[in-house]
């Protein structure tokens, strides 16, 4: 098991340098549309879908969501840079919608006959993941290079890393035991601190190679990344309730030893709107091109 899962990993770990370093920015949209689209299959098991017609309509649906959202965004093979005001109200959206699912949350499982149906799910399922692909295309189309993304990777990713271990050395206080056992408050700060610190070193090369940075854009840039990380934080919390009331140990099983893209993904989808909603508000000239 423990081979099938490092191979996944290094193979997942390929395929995301090269879509994000390679491609340009248009195609990089059409590659996380086909990522996220095998999400929503797995997303339709969380709705309690079984039947495949039933299935299909919802992908439809989405798919057809996500062409409309191109269209409002600008994404198009020529265009240079995304409607900036269509751009933050999709990503606005979803900032919102991750503080309800905080609340959600923090009512488990009390609430679960208030939004566990499918119709409900099935809106939440749009919500979740439809601002996460706009999120990460505009960072995409923000530094062609993929910086952007790959950041963003890096700190949700270090996030849940030292969570983990801070959890396992020193958890003893259940942060969501209604939800996610497992999980502690010491290894929740201890999460945001390997975030604070991955983000100071990853300051000092921007500053010196990419763009100059004022005290001020250091002081909005931690205290974004600081946000980003709670809600990396939320964002997997809320997959995991989500499984939880449905009875699934994992999403899916589209990646070997890894479960499904959700999994994957899960604190992602709520990171990436919160961070690119942000650093557009706090950093309105962006453009690290």
Same mark, same amino acid.
């Given at each position: 098991?423990?081979?099938?899962?490092?191979?996944?990993?290094?193979?997942? %770990?390929?395929?995301?340098?090269?879509?994000?370093?390679?491609?340009?920015?248009?195609?990089?949209?059409?590659?996380?549309?086909?990522?996220?689209?095998?999400?929503?299959?797995?997303?339709?098991?969380?709705?309690?879908?079984?039947?495949?017609?039933?299935?299909?309509?919802?992908?439809?649906?989405?798919?057809?969501?996500?062409?409309?959202?191109?269209?409002?965004?600008?994404?198009?093979?020529?265009?240079?840079?995304?409607?900036?005001?269509?751009?933050?109200?999709?990503?606005?959206?979803?900032?919102?919608?991750?503080?309800?699912?905080?609340?959600?949350?923090?009512?488990?499982?009390?609430?679960?006959? *208030?939004?566990?149906?499918?119709?409900?799910?099935?809106?939440?399922?749009?919500?979740?993941?439809?601002?996460?692909?706009?999120?990460?295309? *505009?960072?995409?189309?923000?530094?062609?290079?993929?910086?952007?993304?790959?950041?963003?990777?890096?700190?949700?990713?270090?996030?849940?890393?030292?969570?983990?271990?801070?959890?396992?050395?020193?958890?003893?206080?259940?942060?969501?035991?209604?939800?996610?056992?497992?999980?502690?408050?010491?290894?929740?700060?201890?999460?945001?601190?390997?975030?604070?610190?991955?983000?100071?070193?990853?300051?000092?090369?921007?500053? *010196?190679?990419?763009?100059?940075?004022?005290?001020?854009?250091?002081?909005?840039?931690? %205290?974004?990344?600081?946000?980003?990380?709670?809600?990396?934080?939320?964002?997997?919390?809320?997959?995991?309730?989500?499984?939880?009331?449905?009875?699934?140990?994992?999403?899916?099983?589209?990646?070997?030893?890894?479960?499904?893209?959700?999994?994957?993904?899960?604190?992602?989808?709520?990171?990436?709107?919160?961070?690119?909603?942000?650093?557009?508000?706090?950093?309105?000239?962006?453009?690290? *091109?």
């Amino acid at each position: 098991m423990l081979k099938i899962r490092v191979i996944t990993a290094l193979v997942m %770990l390929a395929v995301l340098y090269v879509a994000t370093a390679w491609l340009s920015a248009f195609h990089f949209a059409l590659f996380m549309s086909l990522v996220l689209m095998v999400g929503v299959g797995e997303w339709t098991g969380l709705m309690g879908l079984h039947s495949i017609p039933s299935r299909l309509v919802y992908m439809v649906g989405f798919a057809a969501t996500l062409v409309l959202l191109s269209w409002l965004i600008g994404l198009t093979p020529n265009a240079v840079v995304l409607e900036r005001g269509a751009v933050l109200l999709a990503c606005g959206v979803g900032c919102i919608f991750w503080l309800y699912a905080y609340a959600l949350i923090k009512s488990y499982p009390d609430n679960r006959q *208030q939004w566990a149906t499918r119709p409900r799910t099935a809106l939440i399922g749009f919500l979740t993941l439809a601002p996460a692909w706009c999120a990460l295309v *505009q960072l995409k189309y923000l530094d062609p290079r993929g910086s952007l993304v790959f950041a963003l990777i890096a700190l949700v990713s270090v996030v849940d890393i030292g969570a983990y271990f801070t959890g396992r050395i020193w958890g003893r206080r259940k942060l969501a035991p209604a939800v996610s056992p497992g999980k502690s408050w010491e290894g929740f700060w201890g999460g945001l601190l390997s975030c604070l610190v991955l983000t100071v070193m990853m300051l000092i090369p921007l500053h *010196q190679y990419v763009l100059p940075l004022t005290l001020p854009m250091v002081v909005a840039l931690l %205290l974004i990344v600081q946000v980003v990380a709670v809600f990396s934080v939320v964002g997997d919390l809320f997959e995991s309730m989500l499984k939880r009331s449905q009875g699934l140990k994992d999403s899916g099983r589209s990646l070997p030893g890894h479960g499904g893209v959700l999994d994957r993904i899960d604190s992602l989808t709520a990171a990436a709107p919160v961070f690119v909603f942000s650093l557009m508000i706090l950093m309105k000239d962006v453009s690290w *091109q």
